[in-house]
């Protein structure tokens, strides 16, 4: 996540509330989220070792924010009080 500062909090607190909603949303389906998660991480990492740049949780977290709302198309995302 980086250094211990207010964007590694918020980066932290998106992770923690994005990554619960999804777990909720594969209820009986726990090996195809695994799946997801592996497989990303997985193609984020090769990714990261051919073009020799460091592997960032942000993309993580930009997958999982995707995932959640491509799932959730009628809700809306807020971000700092903010839709």
């Not at 992770?15 to 799946?35: C, N, T, W």
């Not at 070792?49 to 799932?71: D, E």
Request: charged letters at 10%.
């Amino acid at each position: 996540f980086g250094r211990f500062d207010l964007g590694f909090i918020c980066n932290l607190a998106f992770y923690v509330i994005y990554q619960s909603k999804l777990e909720d949303q594969f209820v009986g389906r726990i090996a195809d989220y695994v799946m997801m998660l592996l497989f990303t991480c997985t193609i984020m990492t090769a990714v990261a070792y051919f073009l020799q740049i460091p592997l960032l949780s942000n993309a993580v977290l930009i997958m999982l924010l995707w995932v959640w709302c491509r799932t959730n198309e009628d809700l809306h995302t807020i971000f700092l009080g903010m839709q």
